[in-house]
Every structure is written in C-alpha cells, then in structure tokens.
C-alpha cells in the first residue's frame, strides 16, 4: 500500500516563529488532507489539496502531486498551534486515508 | 451547523467484554468512516459505511463490526475485547466518499484493564 512519511517527526518553536512540515509519499494520490490534533485529542480538517496551493489564514499549504510531496507552512505561530499535524492520502480511486506518523508541534512563549 | 459528535467521550471495559461507540455525522453529510488511533501513532482505517452498508474495510478482524442507520449516524462494535483493543476511535464524516473532506469527531478514548 501506500507510504506516507512526514519530517520532522518533533519541531519545538519560539511563538511569532515560522514553520514548514512535510509530507512524502510513495505513489500518486488524488485525495490529500491536512489536519492539527490538538492535546485535547481533537482532530481538525485544516486542507483538502491533493493538489495546488491554499491558505487559510497563517497557514498555507502546497501539494506538488507529480513530486509526491506536500508541505504545511505555519507563519507567525502562536502557543495554540502546539499538537499533532497529520498528512493523511488517497490514492486512485475511492480508498481510505493513510495517515502518516505525524510531527509533533510545540510552540513556546 | 452541528459537527459529528460521538458518545461517550470516556469508556473503560474489561477484556473479553464488548463495547459499543456512537456517531452522528456532520450536517448533511452521508458516510460515516471509524479509524483506530493508538497512543503515539496516525489513525488507522477500520471500516466505512454509505447507504447502511459497509462499504470499505481497513485490516481489522471480524470482532468489529458496525452498523448505518437511516439517519445517518453510525455505531461500532467490538466483540471479545483485548488489552490491545485500548485506543482513541475516531468517526469521520463526508459526503459520498473518501475523496471529500473528511469532519472528525472529538473521539471516544476506550481502556481495557
């Protein structure tokens, strides 16, 4: 099946700090999702882009499909953006996600 | 709008005991996906249910099982449960199909002792 690796699997920030995630995967997708698990456990939609360029506020995100990548951008980051970021993918058809392992975000006063 | 919600929030259960998890999707959404999130790890994919059938199964066995009703909302069930059953459930909702934006429940966190 599909492989999904995300770098860095740790990243501690200063708040106001700026931020880029990664996801790599290991064939071609056409669904592709971001989303922040906060400490709570609470898992929050913050894309759908299998392909192309969003932003939504501070954070945009860039999935180059025909590389198999995708990057999250946090700019200016504050204390509540600390959690989980997940890249999740779907590959041909209609298959579930696959979720990778995750970077785990702390963002310091 | 409401989201998905799931009940309860908090389970603890005993092995070889069942369990049942609850879910209503977001407005106006159809289909109704449960994943398995160990401690430390990504979600994992168990089933998805359109039109009160399963319609996808992940790698999990017969012991869970679920169900659609017509309005929607969904429940999972896990028969004869292990010390490795312990884990956050997660329902997601979409509409139609995986290839939509998937809405996530805040969980149910289940602990076997």
């Known amino acids: 099946g599909i492989q999904v690796e995300q770098s860095p699997p740790d990243l501690i920030l200063q708040e106001g700090a700026n931020s880029t995630l990664r996801c790599n995967f290991s064939d071609s997708v056409n669904n592709l999702q971001w989303f922040h698990q906060n400490p709570w456990g609470q898992l929050i939609n913050l894309f759908y882009i299998p392909s192309g360029t969003k932003q939504n506020g501070r954070l945009s995100a860039t999935t180059v499909a025909t590389e198999r990548y995708s990057l999250l951008y946090i700019s200016s980051s504050q204390t509540t953006d600390s959690g989980v970021y997940f890249c999740a993918v779907g590959s041909r058809g209609n298959t579930p996600l696959v979720f990778g392992k995750g970077t785990r975000l702390s963002v310091i006063a | 709008d409401a989201g998905v919600t799931q009940s309860p929030t908090h389970l603890i259960k005993t092995r070889g005991q069942q369990v049942t998890l609850r879910c209503s999707p977001k407005?106006?959404?159809?289909?109704v996906s449960w994943y398995q999130q160990a401690l430390g790890q990504g979600p994992q994919f168990i089933f998805q249910y359109y039109e009160e059938e399963e319609r996808q199964r992940g790698n999990f066995p017969d012991r869970f099982s679920g169900h659609q009703f017509p309005n929607y909302s969904s429940e999972l069930n896990v028969n004869a449960l292990l010390l490795g059953d312990s884990a956050l459930y997660l329902c997601?909702?979409?509409?139609?199909?995986?290839?939509?934006?998937?809405?996530f429940g805040d969980g149910t966190r289940l602990s076997i002792l």
């Open positions: 407005s106006g959404h159809d289909t």
């Open positions: 997601a909702s979409s509409l139609g199909h995986f290839n939509q934006p998937q809405h």
